[in-house]
């Protein structure tokens, strides 16, 4: 089992000292399926956005606006930068809002049949 301490450091900060769990204690099997499903959850939007950039029926806009909002949340600079509080994540957000949206209105029941395929494949369900 892990037990945590508390004490007051040299600057009168306290400090935590835990021990570490045993993989004794963590029930690994539950592990597996817990990151299993986290794993799904998180890879289904990417997959569907992914599908309807390959996708011949999306109109050749919508398919640059996709890789424009993807591009935009993965390249590690941005018009305002992260670290400014709240205002720091607005322009993520409204890039999200945006791709989010326009996946919905291309998303259709082929669209996610294939990136439920995919999601399978790379995450196979559990029981």
């Not at 600057?11 to 799904?40: C, I, M, W």
């Not at 993520?92 to 945006?98: F, G, I, K, Q, R």
Request: net charge neutral; proline share 7%.
């Amino acid at each position: 089992m892990s037990a945590a301490s508390s004490a007051a450091g040299p600057n009168g900060q306290t400090t935590l000292q835990a021990e570490v769990l045993e993989s004794t204690v963590v029930d690994e099997a539950l592990l597996v399926r817990l990151l299993r499903r986290a794993g799904r959850t998180l890879a289904r939007p990417a997959l569907e956005c992914f599908e309807i950039l390959i996708d011949g029926a999306t109109p050749h806009q919508a398919r640059i606006t996709v890789l424009a909002a993807l591009t935009y949340l993965v390249l590690p600079f941005d018009l305002i930068p992260d670290f400014i509080p709240v205002a720091g994540f607005g322009d993520d957000m409204v890039a999200l809002t945006a791709l989010l949206g326009l996946c919905a209105r291309h998303l259709t029941p082929e669209i996610k049949l294939r990136a439920q395929r995919r999601l399978d494949g790379w995450f196979p369900p559990t029981r």
